[in-house]
C-alpha cells in the first residue's frame, strides 16, 4: 500500500513537472526544464527516403533542436547512445475517434412509431444530421489506456472526431503524451471537418433515408451555406455559421467503400472541395477511376479474414468476389502506391491496434515498398493535415516525437524499443537489456547441469537438463535480475532448486544464490559455453525462401462474369438474318445488317462486309436492343422516403456498376434501362438513363446527353396506406392533388425570382420541379387508378405542361382517350395485378387498349426478374388484345425509346441509330428466343458463348481460391464463416434505410 | 355500432355482386368429339392428327383421327392444339384475394406444427383471381397453406366450382413441411450483416420436427386415436398409412440430403420437394430414392451471384434428364396472380434445353403424378377426366397460348373473367364514340 502511494506521488510530480509555466504550484518548487536530451550513433530516418548514419539527435522541450552528423552537444545534455540502433518519427493515425465516446443509438426502426419528419435542434440547421457545429474537443477526455495501445505500436499522434452523423464538425490532433496536460497534448483543437454518409445516431429525423437523400442533402447544405455568407438569411443558423468556418480546414470524408469515395469525391467537385477520402481497402479494384479522384486518401488495413470454407455447403454460399477480395485486399496499398495516389494508413476499421504491424508486414508481402509504408504513417499523415512542419518526420523544429527501434522497421528481427512523445519517453522494450541467450554450464553444489536459454531477450526462456533428463524449468528476468526454478529429476517428488541472481553487462558469468530442495542456501554458477550458430543460420536460409502470394487478377467488376477486358468496339456484319427494323420496312427476311463504328452503317441483302467481321445469321433474328422504362436494377438506392417531394435526389449519384443483374439483363437482351426512383413520395427523385455497358464505371453507364426525368408516383404508396405511417401529408389522394398544387405554385414562384435576377437562394428541389415546368424535364409517374390519372393531367394542364409517361398506369385503359388528348404515353406491365387493392381492375388488356387508342405504349419490368424476358411480356399483348408481332415488340424497343426521348440513337434498326441491337436464336417474341448477342454501340456486351467460357473460369477460380482459403485455415490463420452477401433488390415499393 | 356492420355487410355483399365470378358449368349432358386437333397427351407423346371423344365426364376414346368414329357433337379444331388442362401445384390460389389488404389473405396460421389446418376450408371458389387462370388453360390446382414447421394439409381442386366442397379433386392430399433452412439472414434491423450465415439452430430444428413427428407415430398407434384429441398427430396419420404425400419445402443441397435420410428413417412412402433448387447437385439420389420434385419457379433470379444466369430457366431440365420426376410450382412473389403464366414457365425451359412435349409434361403429367391424381387426371387418355382446352396455337408460347374452349371434367367451362369482362366494356366504350 505504501508504495502505492509512492507511486502515485511520483506520478503527480512528473505531471506537475510538466505543467504550463504559468499555472501554479503548489506541491514544490519550480525546475527548469531547459536540459537537452542527445541521441548519438543511430541511424536517423529522418524521412522514409532519408537516412544519416551515425546521426545525432537533440531534443528540449518537447521539440527537436537539432539532427545531424556534425551538431555540436550543449554542455546541459543527458546523452543516450544508441549505437547500431534507428530513429523514425512516431506514426500518425489521421482517422480515430481517440477519446471520443460514439454516440448510442436511439434504437428502433426510425419508421416505426409516428416517424419524425422535422428537426430537433434550435438555432441550428432543419435537418439534424449536419453538424459542423460539433467540436470533438468538448466531447474529448484522454484516454491512457488506449493510448498505451496506440503507443505500442509506434504512434505519437491521433487525429480524433466525433464518428456520428452526415457533417461531423470538427476534429482535434491529439499527441500521445499520456505525461502531459491536456494543454501539452492539444497539437491542433481545430483540424479537420470530418463527413460522412451516416446519419446521426443522436436524432430519429428520417430525412434524409437513402444514400442518394443524403447526397442531396450535401449539396444543398452548400448552397444553404454560400446563402447564409452572404447574410441572406434573417434567422440564426448556427450550423450554417460553423460550416462556413470550418470550410477552409482539411475535409475529411469516411466514405467506406471504394465507390462512395467516388460519390463523395463528386459532390466535392461540384463545391470546389477536394475532400481527403477514408476508403474502403477496395480501391484497388477501379484503381484509375481512384486516381481520377485526386484525392488524398486514408487507406484502413481491414483486409479480410479467410474464409471457412471447410464446409461445401455453407463454401458454396460465398461468391467469387467475395473471395476474391480475400485474396486481393493486401495488395490495395500496393496498387495504390503503384499508381501514385498519395495514401495515409489507419488504424480504422481493424479489430485490434496491434493487428496493424501484421498488416503492413503483409501488404509489404503482397508489393508494398517498406518505404511508402513508414510514408503512409508519418511523413503523408502530417501533410494531409497540413501539419508537416510539426509532425512525421525528424527535423529541427518539430515535435520530439520518434522511435528508437533495434532494426529497420517491419523488418522481420526489428522491435521497437522506445516511442517518445513530446520529448518524453515510453518504454516498450528494454533497449538496454542484457542478452543472456546462450548455452552455460550451471554448477550448484558440485552437480553440473546443462542451462539453455533462449527466446526474445526481454523474455528469456530457460531449459535445465541433467545428462539426458530435462527438467523443469521456469524463468523470470526483470530489472537485471533473473530466477530460476527447477525440479528434480524426480518428477513424483514436488522438489524445486531455485536460483537466483542479478546480471552484469559484459560478465559470461552468472554468478548467485541457490536453495535447494531440503532448505539449505548455497551458491551457483554459470558459465556461457562457445556459441553455436550453425543449425540457426541453416534455418534462416529456409525461411526466406518464403513464396511469393499469388494475387488473382482483377476484373470488372470484380465479381464472377466480370471481364478482365472491357469489350471493344467491332465492325460487324451480320447475314442473311430476319432483321425487325421498327421502321416502315418492317420486318426483312434474309437481310443483312452491317454496323461500324458503333453506328448502324447499313441494312440490305448481299452488303459487302468490308473489314467488318462476317457473322452468319440464318434463321436468327435481329432486332434494336430492348429498352427497359421502368427498372431499379444498378442502383444503390431507390427511395427517399424522409419527405413528401425529393426533387432534390438523383439516381445518377447511386449507380452500382457491379450489380450482376446489369450482366443478366443483357442475357436476355436488354441494352437500356431507366431507373426509376420508387414510389415512396408523390414527388420522387430524378431518374438516370443507362446503357447496360457491363464493365464500365458508373459514369460511363449513364446514356450521353440524356434528357432529363424526375418520377412521380400516386396512390396507396404515396398516402402510404400499406405500411403503418399517419403523419406525413398527404394520407389521401385529395391530399396528393394539393400537395402538387403547392410545390408547382413555390416552383413558379422561385422560377420567377430566378428570372428576375434578384438574389435568390439555390434551392434544387424547386429547381428541379422548375424544370418541369419549362419543359426541360419530364414526368415519369406510378399510377394505378384512373381517378388520380386524371388529376393529375389536369394539374400539369392547369401549369401548362404535359406529363411525359405514366409508368404502371393499370387503369390507362379507363382513360386511355384522356391520356391521347393530354399526350401523354404509357408504359404498363403486362399482367400484373392483384397485390394490392389498387390494382384490382388490372387487365393485361391494358397495353392493348391504350395502343389502339393511340397512347404511346411500352411495357416495363420494375423487376430485375421480369427484365430479362421483357420480350415475353411484350408477347403477351398479342395474347391478350391481339396486338400485331410488329407492334408488340416496340412496346418493349422503339416506344420506350420514344417515351424516353432516346429514339434518335436506339430503338430501331435504322442507318444512323447506335448499333444496340440483339440477334436471337429464334423470333423474339416467342417464348424460345434466346439472346445470343447484346451488342451496344458495336461492342458485344453479352454473348452465349462467350458465357459458357466464363462460367467455366468461374468454377475454376472459385476451385484455385477454395484451395488457398483451405491452405490460409490449414496454416493456422483466423478464419470467418463463408456467407453470402445480400444485395436489397430494389422495387418501387422498397423502403431502404441508411444507418 | 349496428349500423356500421350493416355498412360492412353492405358492402361486401355489393363488392360481391359486381365480382361473382363466372357461373359454373352444368354437368356434361351431351358426348362431344374434337376432331383434327394436335393432340398433346401430356405424357410426351403427340398426336398430329386426332379424335378425341368423351362422354359424361370421361374421355373415353382418343387416338388418330382415322381410327376413331365420332360420336355426339362434333367440334372442328383443324390445326388447333389440345392440351390436357394445366396443373398448379403448391399454390394459395382462392386463399388469398388481394396481397395487400389483410382481411382477405387466408394462406397461413399462427404456430409451429400445424398439420391439422386444411387449406380447403378457406379456399374461395369465387376468387377473382381463380377464374382469371382459366383462359391460359390452368384448370386444376393444388391450393396449400403457408407459414410454420408444418404448413398444414393441401388438397386439390379443379377451377370451376360453386363453392370448395365441389371443387374438391382429391381432399386433403398432403402435408407440407418447411424444412429448417441451413442458412440464415442476418437481421440487419438489429445491425448485423444483412447477408447470409449458417443457421446455428439447424440441428434443433430438424430434431423438434423429429419429436413431432415420433409423437405423432406413437398417438396413432393408439386403438382410437382419435378419442385423444391430438389434433396435429392424428393429422399425420395418412403421411404413415400412405394416404397423404409428404412435400417438403427445401432447396438447399444440404437440406435435401438430410430430407431424403429423414424420409427414409420414417419410411414415408410418398414425399415430394419443394423448391429444390439445388436438387440438381444430387438428382442421382433423388431418382434412387424415388423421390419427385415440385421445381423453384423458372421465371425467378438465380440465388447466387456465380451462377449460370439460365440456372432456373434450366433448371427442371436438368433434374428431367437425370430421370426425376418433375413439375413446375410457382410460389414466390405474386405468385396467385403469376399461375397463370404457368405454361409460360415450361416454355421457358423447352427454350432452355428441353423437348416442348416434355416440358408440358411439367405442368401436366408430371404434376399430375406427383400430386396422386394421374389415376383419373392429368394426360389425354382413355379414362380419364376431360379436363381439356383448344388453342388456337401451342399453349406453351404466349402468342399462341389462346384458348377456344375448355373442359373440366366434360364440362365446357367460361373463358370469361372480371378481366375480359373490363377489357370488352372498355373496348365498347371507345367503339361507341
Given amino acids: ?995 | 355500432m349496428k349500423e356500421i356492420m350493416y355498412i360492412i355487410l353492405l358492402m361486401v355483399f355489393s363488392v360481391g355482386k359486381i365480382t361473382a365470378q363466372q357461373t359454373p358449368a352444368k354437368s356434361q349432358s351431351e358426348t362431344i368429339t374434337i376432331v383434327g386437333a394436335i393432340a398433346h397427351i401430356g405424357n410426351g407423346e403427340v398426336i398430329e392428327n386426332s379424335s378425341i371423344v368423351f362422354e359424361q365426364g370421361k374421355i373415353i376414346a382418343i387416338g388418330d383421327r382415322s381410327a376413331i368414329s365420332v360420336k355426339g357433337k362434333v367440334i372442328d379444331a383443324s390445326g388447333k392444339h389440345v392440351y390436357p388442362g394445366f396443373i398448379a401445384p403448391n399454390s394459395t390460389l382462392g386463399l388469398v384475394e388481394i396481397g395487400a389488404v389483410r382481411a382477405t389473405d387466408d394462406d397461413s396460421e399462427i404456430g409451429t406444427f400445424n398439420p391439422h389446418i386444411r387449406s380447403i376450408i378457406a379456399y374461395n371458389a369465387e376468387s377473382k383471381i381463380v377464374e382469371s387462370m382459366r383462359p391460359n388453360g390452368v384448370l386444376i390446382a393444388q391450393v396449400t397453406p403457408r407459414g410454420g414447421r408444418i404448413s398444414g394439409t393441401s388438397s386439390i381442386v379443379q377451377l370451376d366450382a360453386w363453392n370448395w366442397e365441389d371443387a374438391v379433386l382429391k381432399m386433403d392430399d398432403g402435408i407440407h413441411i418447411n424444412w429448417p433452412s441451413i442458412y440464415k439472414r442476418g437481421r440487419w434491423w438489429l445491425g448485423e450483416d444483412a447477408g447470409y450465415k449458417p443457421n446455428k439452430e439447424y440441428a434443433k430444428q430438424v430434431t423438434e420436427l423429429e419429436d413431432f413427428i415420433n409423437q405423432s407415430y406413437a398417438t396413432i398407434q393408439l386403438n382410437n386415436p382419435e378419442l385423444e384429441g391430438d389434433l396435429p398427430y392424428l393429422a399425420m396419420k395418412g403421411l404413415f398409412n400412405g394416404t397423404k404425400t409428404l412435400f417438403v419445402h427445401v432447396n438447399s443441397e444440404k437440406g435435401i440430403v438430410d430430407v431424403i435420410n429423414f424420409s427414409k428413417k420414417h419410411s414415408f412412402r410418398k414425399v415430394v420437394l419443394v423448391g429444390a433448387y439445388e436438387g440438381y447437385k444430387v438428382a442421382d439420389q433423388l431418382k434412387k430414392n424415388n423421390i419427385s420434385v415440385l421445381i423453384t419457379r423458372t421465371h425467378s433470379n438465380p440465388k447466387l451471384e456465380d451462377e449460370d444466369y439460365d440456372l432456373p430457366y434450366k433448371n427442371a431440365k436438368l433434374l428431367m434428364d437425370k430421370g426425376v420426376l418433375v413439375a413446375i410450382q410457382n410460389s414466390g412473389q405474386m405468385e396467385r396472380a403469376n399461375a397463370r403464366n404457368l405454361p409460360f414457365q415450361a416454355g421457358t425451359v423447352a427454350a432452355h434445353g428441353l423437348d416442348k412435349e416434355k416440358a408440358l409434361q411439367l405442368i401436366t403429367g408430371n404434376s399430375a403424378k406427383i400430386l396422386g391424381i394421374d389415376n383419373f387426371t392429368g394426360t389425354l387418355e382413355i379414362g380419364k377426366d376431360a379436363t381439356l382446352f383448344i388453342s388456337i396455337g401451342d399453349a406453351l408460347d404466349m402468342r399462341t397460348n389462346q384458348l377456344e374452349k375448355a373442359f373440366i371434367q366434360g364440362r365446357e367451362i367460361s373463358l370469361e373473367s372480371h378481366q375480359t369482362k373490363l377489357w370488352k366494356r372498355y373496348r365498347d366504350k371507345y367503339k361507341t364514340k
Wanted: hydrophobic share 35%; glycine share 8%.
Fill in chain 1, 1 to 995: 500500500m505504501r508504495k502505492k502511494i509512492a507511486l502515485l506521488a511520483l506520478v503527480c510530480v512528473i505531471a506537475n513537472l510538466k505543467a504550463q509555466e504559468y499555472f501554479p504550484k503548489n506541491d514544490g518548487v519550480h525546475t527548469s526544464k531547459s536540459n537537452f536530451t542527445v541521441f548519438k550513433n543511430a541511424v536517423i530516418h529522418t524521412t522514409p527516403d532519408t537516412e544519416i548514419k551515425n546521426g545525432t539527435l537533440i531534443i528540449q522541450k518537447g521539440k527537436i533542436i537539432a539532427v545531424g552528423t556534425s551538431v555540436s552537444i550543449p554542455s546541459n545534455s543527458v546523452i543516450v547512445d544508441l549505437k547500431g540502433k534507428h530513429i523514425y518519427p512516431s506514426f500518425i493515425d489521421p482517422f480515430t475517434n481517440f477519446g471520443v465516446q460514439k454516440p448510442k443509438g436511439k434504437g428502433g426502426s426510425p419508421w416505426s412509431g409516428n416517424p419524425q419528419y422535422g428537426s430537433s435542434r434550435e438555432g441550428y440547421y432543419w435537418n439534424d444530421h449536419i453538424r459542423p457545429e460539433t467540436d470533438a474537443l468538448t466531447h474529448f477526455k484522454y484516454n491512457t489506456k488506449k493510448a498505451e495501445e496506440y503507443i505500442k505500436e509506434g504512434f505519437g499522434v491521433l487525429h480524433t472526431h466525433m464518428p456520428d452523423g452526415i457533417v461531423r464538425g470538427t476534429g482535434a490532433l491529439i499527441a500521445l503524451n499520456s505525461h502531459g496536460t491536456q494543454g501539452d497534448r492539444i497539437i491542433s483543437e481545430r483540424s479537420a471537418q470530418f463527413f460522412s454518409f451516416e446519419k446521426s445516431k443522436k436524432s430519429k429525423q428520417l430525412y434524409p433515408t437513402s444514400l442518394m437523400g443524403g447526397i442531396a442533402l450535401l449539396r444543398q447544405l452548400y448552397h444553404d451555406a454560400t446563402w447564409y455568407q452572404l447574410g441572406n438569411v434573417k434567422n440564426k443558423d448556427l450550423t450554417l455559421e460553423a460550416f462556413n468556418k470550418n470550410k477552409n480546414l482539411p475535409q475529411i470524408f469516411d466514405a467506406e467503400s471504394r465507390i462512395n469515395g467516388f460519390r463523395a469525391d463528386k459532390i466535392g467537385d461540384q463545391f470546389n472541395t477536394q475532400y481527403i477520402l477514408v476508403g474502403g481497402g477496395d480501391e484497388y479494384a477501379r484503381i484509375n477511376e481512384v486516381k481520377n479522384t485526386n484525392a488524398k486518401y486514408i487507406i484502413p488495413l481491414n483486409f479480410p479474414e479467410a474464409y471457412d470454407v471447410s464446409d461445401p455447403f455453407m463454401a458454396n454460399m460465398l461468391s467469387l468476389g467475395d473471395m476474391r477480395h480475400w485474396n486481393q485486399a493486401p495488395s490495395n496499398p500496393s496498387v495504390l502506391s503503384k499508381n501514385n495516389i498519395t495514401f495515409s494508413f489507419t488504424t480504422h476499421n481493424l479489430k485490434k491496434i496491434t493487428d496493424l504491424k501484421s498488416r503492413i508486414k503483409k501488404a509489404i508481402e503482397y508489393g508494398l515498398d517498406k518505404k511508402t509504408a513508414i510514408a503512409a504513417l508519418t511523413t503523408v499523415p502530417a501533410k494531409i493535415l497540413g501539419k508537416s512542419d510539426l509532425l512525421g518526420s525528424i527535423k529541427k523544429g518539430s515535435y520530439a516525437n520518434f522511435l528508437i527501434t533495434k532494426g529497420e522497421l517491419f523488418s522481420k528481427e526489428n522491435v521497437i524499443y522506445e516511442n517518445w512523445v513530446q520529448g518524453h519517453k515510453n518504454v516498450i522494450h528494454d533497449m538496454d537489456i542484457i542478452d543472456l541467450t546462450g548455452k552455460y554450464d550451471l554448477t550448484i553444489a558440485g552437480k553440473v547441469y546443462d542451462l539453455s536459454i533462449s527466446g526474445k531477450s526481454s523474455k528469456p526462456k530457460a531449459e535445465i537438463k541433467l545428462g539426458d533428463s530435462k527438467l523443469g524449468t521456469k524463468m523470470t528476468y526483470t530489472n537485471d535480475w533473473i530466477s530460476i526454478t527447477f525440479t528434480d529429476v524426480d518428477t513424483t517428488k514436488t522438489q524445486f532448486t531455485r536460483l537466483i541472481s542479478s546480471v552484469v553487462e559484459g560478465v559470461d558469468l552468472l554468478k548467485g544464490k541457490a536453495i535447494l530442495p531440503n532448505g539449505l542456501v548455497s551458491t551457483f554458477t554459470a558459465k556461457k559455453k562457445e556459441k553455436v550458430n550453425k543449425g540457426k543460420k541453416e534455418n534462416k536460409a529456409t525461411n526466406h525462401k518464403e513464396e511469393k502470394p499469388e494475387i488473382v487478377k482483377v476484373t470488372y467488376p470484380n465479381i464472377g462474369y466480370g471481364l478482365a477486358q472491357l469489350p471493344l468496339q467491332e465492325d460487324m456484319l451480320f447475314k442473311n438474318a430476319t432483321v425487325w427494323t421498327n421502321e416502315t420496312d418492317g420486318i426483312l427476311k434474309n437481310t443483312d445488317v452491317l454496323i461500324k463504328n458503333g453506328k448502324i452503317n447499313a441494312i440490305g441483302k448481299n452488303l459487302n462486309a468490308g473489314n467488318a467481321k462476317v457473322i452468319d445469321a440464318t434463321e436468327k433474328h435481329i432486332t434494336a436492343g430492348i429498352v427497359d422504362e421502368h427498372s431499379h436494377i444498378a442502383a444503390a438506392a431507390i427511395n427517399e422516403a424522409g419527405h413528401n417531394s425529393s426533387a432534390e435526389v438523383t439516381i445518377e449519384d447511386v449507380i452500382s456498376p457491379d450489380d450482376i443483374n446489369i450482366y443478366r439483363n443483357l442475357a436476355g437482351g436488354v441494352t437500356s434501362i431507366q431507373i426509376l426512383h420508387g414510389s415512396a413520395n408523390p414527388i420522387g427523385g430524378r431518374s438516370a438513363i443507362l446503357k447496360l455497358k457491363w464493365g464500365e464505371n458508373a459514369d460511363n453507364f449513364l446514356f450521353p446527353n440524356a434528357p432529363k426525368f424526375i418520377k412521380f408516383a400516386l396512390g396507396e404508396n404515396v398516402k402510404q396506406s400499406n405500411w403503418q405511417s399517419f403523419s406525413r401529408f398527404p394520407q389521401s389522394r385529395m391530399g396528393v392533388e394539393q400537395l402538387y398544387m403547392d410545390y408547382f405554385t413555390r416552383a413558379k414562384a422561385y422560377h420567377k425570382l430566378k428570372n428576375s435576377k434578384k438574389p435568390y437562394r439555390k434551392d434544387v428541389e424547386l429547381e428541379t420541379l422548375a424544370e418541369i415546368l419549362s419543359g426541360q424535364r419530364h414526368i415519369s409517374c406510378h399510377s394505378y387508378v384512373q381517378s388520380e390519372i386524371n388529376m393529375l393531367m389536369k394539374v400539369a394542364e392547369k401549369f401548362d405542361f404535359r406529363i411525359n409517361t405514366f409508368t404502371h398506369i393499370l387503369e390507362g385503359y379507363k382513360v386511355a382517350d384522356k391520356m391521347v388528348k393530354h399526350g401523354v404515353g404509357g408504359s404498363t406491365f403486362s399482367d400484373w395485378w392483384a397485390y394490392k387493392f389498387e390494382v384490382n381492375d388490372a387487365i393485361p388488356y391494358n397495353a392493348t387498349i391504350m395502343h389502339n387508342q393511340g397512347v404511346l405504349t411500352a411495357i416495363n419490368s420494375d423487376d430485375p426478374e421480369m427484365s430479362r424476358r421483357l420480350n415475353q411480356e411484350a408477347a403477351k399483348s398479342i395474347k391478350y388484345g391481339g396486338v400485331s408481332e410488329e407492334e408488340a415488340l416496340k412496346f418493349v424497343t422503339l416506344n420506350p425509346a420514344k417515351l424516353l426521348h432516346i429514339d434518335d440513337r436506339v430503338g430501331s434498326i435504322k442507318v444512323g441509330k447506335d448499333a444496340d441491337i440483339v440477334l436471337w436464336t429464334d423470333h423474339p417474341l416467342s417464348i424460345y428466343a434466346k439472346a445470343e448477342k447484346t451488342i451496344i454501340e458495336g461492342a458485344v456486351y453479352f454473348d452465349l458463348e462467350k458465357d459458357k467460357i466464363m462460367r467455366k473460369s468461374i468454377a475454376r477460380e472459385r476451385n484455385k481460391l477454395s484451395a488457398m482459403l483451405l491452405k490460409a485455415k490449414n496454416s493456422g490463420l483466423k478464419t470467418q464463416p463463408a456467407k453470402k452477401k445480400e444485395k436489397q433488390h430494389f422495387e418501387c415499393e422498397t423502403l431502404e434505410t441508411i444507418n
